[in-house]
């Protein structure tokens, strides 16, 4: 009897942590996703200063090739964190895939 109940507690930890790993990886997965959009934000708004002309000009820091160069940096930026985003939700997916199918097997 004790054996038996040793064993489906041990069951439910591994099922449990299972579970918590899913949980995680797309917790991940929505964090790159916002950083991502925060990113594209700024790229955004770097440019729309760029079209604004109502600031005080500061060579080599305010000039519209720095504030372009700035703002396509940050949309690099963004572009990756998009991807890593993509990556952490594939990887999501495929640990559920890999979880259905150890189940299937057991």
Same mark, same amino acid.
């Given at each position: 009897?004790?054996?038996?109940?040793?064993?489906?507690?041990?069951?439910?930890?591994?099922?449990?942590?299972?579970?918590?790993?899913?949980?995680?990886?797309?917790? &991940?997965?929505?964090?790159?996703?916002?950083?991502?959009?925060? /990113?594209?934000?700024?790229?955004?708004?770097?440019?729309?200063?760029?079209?604004?002309?109502?600031?005080?000009?500061?060579?080599?820091?305010?000039?519209?090739?720095? *504030?372009?160069?700035?703002?396509? &940096?940050?949309?690099? *930026?963004?572009?990756? &964190?998009?991807?890593?985003?993509?990556?952490?939700?594939?990887?999501? *997916?495929?640990?559920?895939?890999?979880? /259905?199918?150890?189940?299937?097997?057991?």
């Amino acid at each position: 009897m004790k054996k038996v109940m040793i064993a489906a507690s041990c069951a439910l930890l591994l099922f449990a942590q299972g579970a918590f790993a899913q949980a995680v990886q797309e917790a &991940k997965e929505a964090k790159k996703e916002m950083k991502a959009e925060k /990113k594209m934000n700024k790229a955004r708004e770097k440019r729309q200063d760029v079209n604004d002309r109502s600031r005080i000009e500061v060579p080599m820091v305010s000039d519209d090739k720095t *504030k372009l160069a700035e703002a396509r &940096k940050k949309e690099e *930026k963004a572009v990756k &964190k998009a991807m890593k985003s993509d990556a952490k939700d594939v990887k999501a *997916k495929a640990k559920a895939v890999t979880k /259905k199918a150890d189940r299937v097997d057991d």
